[in-house]
């Protein structure tokens, strides 16, 4: 039995359940005063200030147009993601309007940090959390959209059972729908907020303003893990994140260390089943955060070629078992639950 450093206590998943209790190894936490993930608040700063950020839409549009033509000579992924583009499209032009739309109640002044959270969660949310939004993560070509100076970090499940069977067209339909539906639910996040007498911005899941990891951290929901995903306590990296700003009275919530920057890279299983070899062994530092660096240019390549990808997720032990399941079984055995298994 390995020594226990600390102990995590974390909301249940849904309405009503009970807290969690997830066991974190004294070898597995993180030293120093960055509970989420080791950085260096100079370098961040310097890179945001000398090499800002930008979309990848834009940077690599090249590439994007290449894998779209590519996949769409699969007749049933062409039509999956045309009625997916049709769809959304009326959710990603009402999310950018949401900004401007004044509240339709006067504020209490009271904190409304619960109401918030109970509400994202009655709407199908599994993980909420409240942080500062960090400027430093705004895309240049968004930063004259981003109105609002707190953020709530959402995050909804996708299906187990089509993941799993990724790559599929089932997985990518499950994929582009879990989109859809928190598009939709943040919506109404956004009306309960203005009907509390505050203001919303909605930051599309398919109209990002920047890349949204750093703040879930911040907020305490999960921490990065080495596929390059957010690895949540409930349902690893099986979920789709999104966000909404608000001027709102609202409370911060802290980082939480939940083991998974040192256990990923005792697992690794992601990173020995990656198709594409896109995921780094190592862990180096990138932009002022130690981390996991994802190679962009061998994974889009393989999502382009075949029914998307995803296999990362699908193979990582926290998205099969809950990392409740998964830090008990090393705490108790050094071993990594399922590591070995097809």
């Not at 370098?43 to 950020?53: I, K, Q």
């Not at 999104?242 to 939480?256: L, R």
Request: hydrophobic share 35%; net charge negative; charged share 25%.
């Amino acid at each position: 039995m390995l020594k226990i450093g600390h102990e995590v206590v974390h909301p249940g998943k849904n309405p009503g359940d009970a807290n969690i209790s997830i066991p974190i190894p004294e070898e597995l936490e993180i030293h120093g005063d960055n509970a989420g993930i080791p950085l260096n608040q100079r370098e961040v700063d310097w890179y945001a200030r000398e090499y800002p950020l930008e979309t990848m839409n834009i940077t690599e549009r090249a590439s994007r147009d290449w894998a779209n033509a590519l996949r769409d000579q699969h007749a049933e992924m062409r039509e999956i993601r045309k009625e997916h583009d049709k769809l959304n499209r009326s959710l990603i032009m009402a999310a950018r309007l949401t900004g401007d739309v004044e509240p339709t109640a006067s504020a209490s002044g009271d904190d409304v940090t619960e109401s918030i959270k109970t509400k994202a969660r009655e709407l199908g949310f599994f993980e909420v959390g409240i942080t500062q939004y960090d400027p430093r993560y705004v895309y240049q070509s968004m930063k004259d959209f981003v109105k609002f100076p707190h953020v709530i970090c959402l995050a909804y499940e996708q299906d187990f059972e089509p993941t799993q069977t990724i790559p599929s067209v089932d997985a990518e339909i499950v994929h582009s729908s879990t989109y859809r539906t928190e598009g939709a639910a943040s919506l109404e996040l956004a009306a309960h907020i203005n009907s509390l007498g505050y203001k919303a911005q909605v930051h599309s899941p398919n109209d990002n303003t920047g890349p949204y990891i750093p703040m879930f951290v911040a907020a305490g929901l999960g921490q990065l893990g080495a596929c390059g995903y957010l690895l949540t306590p409930h349902e690893g990296a099986r979920c789709r994140i999104m966000m909404v700003t608000t001027d709102a009275n609202v409370t911060y919530d802290e980082p939480v260390d939940y083991g998974i920057h040192a256990f990923c890279q005792v697992c690794q299983v992601c990173v020995n089943r990656c198709p594409g070899r896109a995921l780094m062994r190592d862990k180096i530092w990138w932009r002022g955060i130690e981390k996991n660096k994802l190679y962009f240019k061998r994974c889009r390549p393989v999502m382009a070629r075949y029914l998307g990808c995803g296999i990362c997720m699908k193979v990582c032990p926290v998205q099969k078992y809950g990392l409740k399941n998964v830090m008990e079984h090393y705490a108790a055995t050094g071993q990594v639950l399922g590591k070995g298994d097809p």
